[in-house]
């Protein structure tokens, strides 16, 4: 979806990435979020030199997945790396062809340097085959994407099959690679919550119109407080979910007209992802409250919702330090502004 036209990719626009991942997030968030991997991942493939994103991305079959968080150590070879590491959070890792990770290069005298604070990092492209995948994936919710953590040892890499981290090749054209890397991948995060949150809202409003709930004459839809309810609800899912299509919406038209995004665009970006997250957990939460002790049972979807809506909450791109930082670029106020 999200891979350049000019290896076959789709090129799709920020606007229909973000509603594909809210759209299959509605049937099953696990399916949603391996889905935003596959993606965000994909957008990634303008980085590498065009022969290694033919290699990586060029089947209409394959699933690249991978870690950015430099958990590796490379050493230089002969045309390319040696690489060793273990990675967290390796979601779809059991049904990848490639999978990535994130390593600082090496040198003889320690780790190089970009600059007197920054070492040289890249994202390493490792075959499936290459990797041990770690039965480490024992959590709350999400539980279907198999993020377990995954392991190298001693692989090579060749040069054209990794990149540094924030550069970019010259042989994709398109737009879409000027789009805020950081910003994409935290509002396609956002995205599987709002599928989630849009999901938990029909499956209350279904549960409803059938449910008596115990001690109640009454349907718990003719009940003024699943009345509220519901309305908040969508109104809160509804706004951050706006939120996010006008913040892409506006950053996507600077871009396309040949802009640069500002800093405020790629605050604004992260801001709206971590609103839209928050907000459908939010309603999440609403709808198994309503729910009552239906929710609790495994055969109801509304608990795995609750329970999945939180694991992605948790995630580093919709954190609540998204907010703080937002906040200082828009009151002008220095800050570190590489993470947005």
């Known amino acids: 979806m999200a891979v350049p036209s000019e290896i076959g990719g789709g090129e799709a626009d920020p606007e229909t990435v973000i509603e594909s991942i809210d759209a299959v997030s509605q049937a099953h968030g696990s399916t949603g979020w391996v889905m935003m991997i596959g993606a965000t991942t994909g957008f990634t493939a303008f980085q590498l030199p065009r022969r290694g994103a033919e290699e990586v991305f060029g089947a209409r079959d394959g699933l690249v997945v991978g870690a950015v968080a430099p958990r590796g150590r490379a050493t230089r070879s002969d045309g390319g790396f040696h690489v060793t590491g273990t990675w967290p959070f390796g979601s779809g890792s059991a049904h990848a062809t490639w999978i990535a990770g994130g390593a600082i290069v090496f040198g003889a005298h320690g780790p190089e340097m970009l600059s007197e604070s920054i070492p040289h990092i890249r994202n390493m492209f490792f075959p499936a085959h290459e990797v041990v995948v770690k039965d480490t994936w024992h959590v709350s919710g999400l539980k279907g994407t198999g993020s377990n953590d995954f392991e190298v040892r001693d692989s090579f890499v060749p040069e054209h099959r990794s990149s540094q981290m924030g550069s970019a090749g010259d042989w994709a054209e398109g737009r879409l690679y000027r789009f805020p890397l950081f ?98 957990a939010a309603a999440v939460d609403i709808c198994y409250n309503l729910g009552g002790a239906t929710s609790i049972y495994s055969e109801s979807p509304l608990q795995r919702h609750f329970r999945d809506v939180h694991v992605v909450t948790q995630h580093i791109m919709v954190g609540q330090p998204t907010i703080e930082v937002a906040g200082r670029v828009f009151l002008g106020i220095p800050t570190d502004s590489s993470a947005l």
């Open 183 to 280: 910003g994409l991948f935290a509002l396609g995060v956002a995205a599987v919550a709002t599928g989630i949150g849009r999901a938990a809202i029909d499956e209350l409003t279904e549960l409803a119109k059938a449910k008596t709930p115990t001690g109640s004459r009454r349907l718990l839809a003719e009940r003024a407080t699943a009345q509220e309810g519901v309305a908040r609800a969508e109104a809160l899912l509804r706004s951050g979910r706006a939120f996010m299509l006008d913040a892409t919406r506006s950053v996507w038209a600077k871009v396309k007209s040949g802009e640069r995004a500002a800093v405020e665009d790629r605050a604004l970006l992260r801001l709206a992802a971590t609103t839209g997250a928050m907000n459908a």
